[in-house]
C-alpha cells in the first residue's frame, strides 16, 4: 500500500510517474459520541475505510486528518476538539496545494464527519479554480452508496453515535465500544419538522441521535464491506475520469 508518511520523496516520484496520480486524504473529527463510543470514531472510520480503498485502487494514501468541524457539537460534554469551519478550509486547502505540487492530478477527500461537509466543499472550490486541471472529489463515508446511507439513515434521520456507528465500531475498532453502556445510550431524533438546524446541546440528552442498543458485530461487518465495496468502485471510476472538455487556460494571445 502506498502510504504518504511512508514513502520518500523518490518514491512519491516513482508512484506518479508509473502512473497512479492520484491520492486520498481520509478527514474524521474528534468529538464526542455519547457515553458508549469514543471521541475518535469519526477519524477511525475514515482512516481504516481509506486504508482498504487504497489497498485494493493503489491510490496514494494521505495521514487522516483528526480533527473536524464539530462546533456544534457544543462545549455540554468534554472531550470534543474542533476546528471552526474557516480553519478547516485552509488546512484542507493547503494539504492540496502540496498534493497539487507534488505531481497529482486527483484528490479524493473521504470525509467521515458530516458537519465537515461545507468547509470542505469549499476548500473543493478553491483547489479546482487555482490549480486548472486538478480534480477533486468529495466523498461522504456514510453516503457512498444508496445502501450505505440507508443504513445510516435507519433509526434515524439526524443520526450520531447510531446503531450503524456503534456497529461499525464493534467491527473494526472494539476498543472505542464500551458495550455496558449501549442499552442506556439510545436517544430519539428530536429534529422532525424543525425550520432551525439546532445544535446538539439542544436535541439529544447524552449526545447521542439513534439506537446503538441495536449494534452488533455482524452488522458492523457487512457494512463496512460494503463501504470497501462501494468506496472503492468510486475512487477506480474517478481514477480512469477526465474532464468533460479539455480547454486548459485561455490564452490571450491568440486574439
Known amino acids: 500500500m502506498n502510504q504518504w508518511h511512508q514513502m520518500t520523496w523518490e518514491e512519491v516520484s516513482l508512484l506518479v510517474s508509473s502512473g497512479i496520480d492520484s491520492a486520498i486524504l481520509p478527514v474524521g473529527a474528534t468529538e464526542q459520541h455519547g457515553p458508549h463510543l469514543g471521541c475518535g470514531m469519526d477519524s477511525e472510520i475514515a482512516h481504516q475505510l481509506a486504508e482498504k480503498v487504497a489497498e485494493q485502487t493503489q491510490v496514494a494514501l494521505l495521514p487522516t486528518l483528526p480533527y473536524g468541524c464539530s462546533i456544534g457539537h457544543s462545549k455540554r460534554w468534554p472531550g470534543t476538539i474542533a476546528l471552526q469551519p474557516k480553519t478547516l478550509i485552509d488546512v484542507v486547502k493547503d494539504i492540496g496545494d502540496w498534493v497539487h505540487d507534488s505531481g497529482f492530478k486527483r ?40 445502501r450505505v446511507k440507508a443504513r445510516h439513515f435507519e433509526d434515524a434521520e439526524d443520526w450520531h453515535a447510531n446503531e450503524a456507528e456503534t456497529s461499525l465500531m464493534m467491527a473494526v475498532a472494539p476498543q472505542l465500544v464500551r458495550e455496558d453502556k449501549l442499552q442506556d445510550s439510545d436517544d430519539p431524533d428530536r429534529t422532525e419538522d424543525s425550520v432551525f438546524s439546532h445544535p446538539v446541546n439542544r436535541t439529544s440528552l447524552n449526545g447521542v441521535t439513534g439506537s446503538p442498543s441495536l449494534a ?39 486574439l
Open 107 to 146: 484528490l479524493f477527500i473521504l470525509n467521515s464527519h458530516v458537519s465537515n461537509f461545507a468547509p470542505l466543499r469549499c476548500a473543493l472550490e478553491i483547489l479546482r479554480a487555482e490549480h486548472d486541471g486538478f480534480m477533486v472529489a468529495l466523498i461522504n463515508s456514510a453516503s457512498v452508496s444508496e
Open 216 to 254: 452488533t458485530l455482524e452488522r458492523g461487518t457487512e457494512l463496512f464491506d460494503w463501504m470497501v465495496e462501494d468506496l472503492s468502485k468510486v475512487v477506480k471510476k474517478g481514477m480512469a475520469e477526465t474532464a468533460p472538455l479539455d480547454y486548459g487556460y485561455f490564452d490571450k494571445t491568440n
